[in-house]
Nanobody
Framework: QVQLVESGGGLVQAGGSLRLSCAAS????????VGWFRQAPGKEREFVAA????????YYADSVKGRFTISRDNAQNTVYLQMNNLKPEDTAVYYCAAVRTPDRGLRIRTDEFDYWGQGTQVTVSS
């Protein structure tokens, strides 16, 4: 069982930066792939970024590529999402999700993840 807690959201002006954190419980978190997703009001939850168990592989949605960076510190059981050059369309509730991956690969679909955090609000003003 893994519990995930997101933090770091807030209100920022367009062009600004935020760093989200996803803190996980459990001693085997290093065996889990993690993804960040977001959901804006009235829209479906969408994929943002993913990272494999070691941090050696990452993948991004086209809409955030070059602006967002996902990373992890397995010693701290934490995954980060550094968000730069934020745009008003990045406004959403951001969720992290985790799944144990025996193949040590990436996961990017919502239905591939077993554990979800409660979300953190990111609001970007124009």
């Amino acid at each position: 069982q893994v519990q995930l807690v997101e933090s770091g959201g807030g209100l920022v002006q367009a062009g600004g930066s935020l760093r989200l954190s996803c803190a996980a419980s459990g001693r085997t978190f290093s065996t889990y792939a993690v993804g960040w997703f977001r959901q804006a009001p009235g829209k479906e939850r969408e994929f943002v970024a993913a990272i494999n168990w070691s941090g050696g592989s990452t993948y991004y949605a086209d809409s955030v590529k070059g602006r967002f960076t996902i990373s992890r510190d397995n010693a701290q059981n934490t995954v980060y999402l550094q968000m730069n050059n934020l745009k008003p369309e990045d406004t959403a509730v951001y969720y992290c999700a985790a799944v144990r991956t025996p193949d040590r690969g990436l996961r990017i679909r919502t239905d591939e993840f077993d554990y979800w955090g409660q979300g953190t609000q990111v609001t970007v003003s124009s």
